[in-house]
């Protein structure tokens, strides 16, 4: 078997298993949900061209005191604009933050077009480019990649995990910031994925994070903290949540994300290692390090 054929099929795999992720939002820790404290402002929209001559659409907020860049991936069928909540708290740290809209999203134009080694193989390609765009217009900054779902599994790519694709890491990505992962997916993910995570990776995810049919053990949204090497890990459960607890969750939760991951990219990126030490794990909720 070809490296193409191959690529095509664990790409078709992985993109049928996130094709069964529930669209909506399902009830996180609270049963009564309270709303995020703030949504982000309306982006920049940036025309880029791939490599393959596909214009890529690119959103970008812009932080008035910039510290950092996010290249942010979206969960499958997902759109940037609808994790406005912690793109907001992001931007208010000094984080600008570049998202891409895949060609799997269903706001995409050439959606109807998009089949599973597409949907995967695009998504590589979207995000070379845009760290290549953050890299020329904003230059001595440092990327940070981070993601949902879909998305997160290609952060972890980017920051040395390697799929049966091979390896398609970015020296340039410090941190890796990973919400809800995509699980341990057969025939894409191996135990040997992450090996070569060796970059600094904080995973968020709750104890109801399932995907019917695909995930029916939430402790497979873990195996990036587990099997990567140890040093620059974090890991925060949190009771009751599930794989749309980035969008769902309610005030408290949402604020302990957001501090959590502004706080470990000031650790891991910006060489403020006291910015995680009053981080605490509230009832509820259990950190872990590695």
Excluded: C
């Amino acid at each position: 078997m070809t490296r193409l054929s191959i690529l095509r099929r664990l790409a078709l795999s992985l993109v049928l298993s996130l094709a069964m992720a529930p669209a909506g939002p399902v009830l996180a820790r609270s049963a009564v949900q309270t709303p995020a404290v703030q949504t982000a402002a309306a982006p920049t929209q940036v025309a880029l061209s791939a490599p393959d001559r596909r214009a890529i659409d690119v959103s970008v907020w812009k932080a008035a005191d910039e510290r950092a860049v996010i290249v942010f991936s979206h969960g499958f069928n997902g759109h940037p604009a609808a994790y406005d909540g912690i793109i907001a708290a992001w931007v208010e740290a000094g984080f600008t933050v570049v998202a891409p809209l895949h060609i799997d999203s269903l706001r995409h134009p050439l959606n109807a077009q998009a089949d599973g080694p597409s949907a995967f193989m695009t998504r590589i390609i979207d995000l070379a480019t845009v760290r290549a765009f953050v890299t020329a217009e904003h230059a001595g900054q440092p990327i940070v990649a981070a993601g949902h779902s879909f998305g997160s599994l290609m952060s972890m790519i980017a920051g040395g995990a390697v799929t049966l694709a091979g390896p398609q890491g970015d020296p340039a990505v410090k941190a890796v910031v990973a919400l809800s992962s995509a699980g341990d997916l057969k025939g894409v993910v191996t135990p040997e994925s992450y090996a070569g995570l060796t970059t600094p990776t904080l995973m968020i995810t709750g104890d109801e994070d399932l995907v019917p049919q695909y995930v029916d053990d939430w402790r497979a949204h873990r195996s990036g903290f587990d099997r990567s090497p140890a040093g620059g890990k974090m890991l925060l459960v949190f009771e009751g949540g599930d794989h749309s607890l980035i969008r769902n969750a309610d005030a408290a939760d949402f604020d302990l994300i957001a501090r959590a991951s502004v706080a470990f990219i000031e650790a891991h990126v910006l060489g403020e290692p006291r910015a995680l030490e009053a981080l605490t794990a509230p009832e509820g909720v259990t950190i872990e390090r590695r």
